[in-house]
């Protein structure tokens, strides 16, 4: 399906070139106005495998590297045109660093290296506005582009075996969604300043060589040169809003003539107006007017029917939560596995696991969750609440990066207020240092 998309690329460019000549019949140029449309770009710039719009990266260190692209555009209209893009160069990423959360990347595959063999797509452009609406050339305008296309890519991965090829040396083909927003600068009738940043959707998990349920993302951020083809203005910047002199005197002429006419509907209106007022009071404010109100007393605030009478509104059914034994079981396994740096709030790996347990449980069930942080009497006062509440806090953060719902889980730290056993002894004390969870 895929390979049948790329293979109809040259037609939709052939397409371009069909679409060019019909909409010459419709151009908003005058026969005497000869206007550039068609025009090729080249660019450069910043190649990164993220997307700052959301979702979970694979790697916790994206590095940023160099991409190269060029495209062939058609403009249909002032505020409309298909470009046919390509680009090239390299995305890496590595797990030399922690995530801005805390968490430590735990992931089998160490770095990956991936070579951006090209990417292919047709997109559709749309200029949003130009700077200046009453002028007929702007020299600045805002676009935004979507489309789809194909990219072929190679991903090599480095693991504690080695470093290898993700797909044994040969090119990964996948469906592209790219989604930008641009700012383009005209130097001359034949040159364009062009900067743009695009986020671009890949259909598949294997562009940087791991798997992690959850589709990839990478943008592409870069500035370059436009070449306008062919004599005259460029119908891009070409601005048909903008009113000449003699639209707006005859404007104004044709505006003093209805004068007298609108003035006249002023009246009728005012009439209209209140004979409509009359029909549709409401002296109770009911939502009903008068005329058809059968209750027209109701007190102010009551929920009332189609005739004016108050509404019989069923009663809300609470949705009874059950915890069982089991449930309590995976809890106070994850309570009793659940360890963290000394003096840290950073989760030790092999707590892991049950934290896993837990969170499936909030998802399967949709239960909420009360994370509750306490310390023992080593310290200031104010160093253990903010210790305790850091932990709390960071077993959430890992709750919620594994698929449960925020908004059902509430953390707090108590510090060293609440102790369940002496701090007289070292046995007390760690009893004392703990993160309570409870279901409900």
Same mark, same amino acid.
Request: hydrophobic share 35%; with cysteine; net charge neutral.
């Given at each position: ?44 710039? $910043? ?21 190269y ?15 046919? *893009?390509?680009?090239r ?31 292919g ?55 592209? /969604? ?8 005209? /130097? ?11 986020i ?6 294997? %562009? ?36 000449t ?15 007298s006419? %609108? ?18 009071? *409401? ?31 069923p ?6 939560? /059950? $915890?069982?034994?089991e *449930? ?11 360890e963290?740096?000394?003096?840290k709030?950073t ?15 909030? /998802?399967?069930?949709?239960?909420? %969750? ?10 200031s006062?104010? %160093? ?15 709750? $919620? ?23 007289k002894?070292a046995?007390g ?5 703990? $993160?309570?969870f409870?279901l409900?």
């Open positions: 399906m895929k390979l049948q998309l790329f293979k109809t690329l040259p037609v939709a460019l052939a397409g371009l070139l069909i679409g060019s000549v019909a909409s010459a019949q419709e151009s908003p140029a005058t026969a005497t106005t000869k206007f550039r449309t068609w025009s090729i770009g080249v660019n450069a710039g $910043v190649l990164t495998p993220l997307s700052p719009l959301g979702g979970k990266n694979d790697f916790s260190n994206n590095r940023s590297n160099f991409g692209g060029l495209y062939i555009k058609k403009q249909f209209t002032p505020y409309f045109s298909l470009r046919l *893009d390509g680009v160069g390299k995305l890496k990423g590595d797990n030399t660093e922690p995530y801005e959360s805390g968490l430590v990347n735990n992931s089998p595959v160490k770095s990956f290296d991936t070579q951006l063999s090209y990417s797509s047709l997109n559709a452009v749309v200029n949003m506005f130009n700077i200046d609406m009453f002028k007929k050339e702007n020299t600045l305008q805002l676009y935004a582009s979507a489309g789809a296309g194909i990219a072929a890519y190679e991903p090599t991965i480095t693991t504690a075996s080695g470093t290898k090829s993700f797909s044994g040396g040969n090119d990964i083909q996948e469906l592209i /969604i790219p989604v930008g927003l641009g700012a383009k600068f005209k /130097i001359s009738d034949a040159v364009n300043l062009d900067l743009g940043w695009t671009n959707f890949v259909d598949g998990d294997n %562009l940087d060589g791991y798997y992690k349920n959850g589709n990839d993302k990478y943008n592409y951020a870069y500035a370059g040169l436009e070449f306008a083809l062919g004599s005259g203005k460029q119908l891009a910047f070409h601005n048909p809003v903008a009113l002199y003699d639209e707006a005197l005859k404007a104004k002429q044709t505006a003093e003539g209805l004068k006419e %609108l003035n006249a509907q002023k009246a009728d209106n005012a009439k209209l107006r209140s004979e409509l007022n009359d029909i549709l009071k *409401d002296s109770d404010g009911d939502g009903v007017a008068d005329k058809l109100d059968k209750c027209p007393d109701t007190p102010a605030g009551t929920v009332v029917d189609g005739s004016g009478c108050p509404l019989k509104t009663e809300k059914v609470v949705e009874k939560v /059950i $915890v069982t034994e *449930d309590r079981k995976v809890v106070n396994e994850a309570i009793k596995n659940l963290f740096d000394l003096g709030a989760i030790r790996s092999k707590s892991y696991a049950s934290l896993n347990r837990v969170a499936a449980l909030l /998802i399967q069930k949709n239960f909420s %969750l009360k994370l509750a942080g306490h310390t023992d009497n080593t310290g006062k104010e %160093l253990n609440l903010r210790l305790s509440k850091d932990r709390a806090e960071s077993v959430k953060a890992y709750l $919620v990066s594994q698929g449960a719902n925020a908004s059902r889980i509430e953390a707090t730290g108590y510090g060293m207020g609440q102790p369940i056993a002496t701090n002894t046995a004390r760690q009893q004392n240092r703990r $993160v309570e409870t409900y």
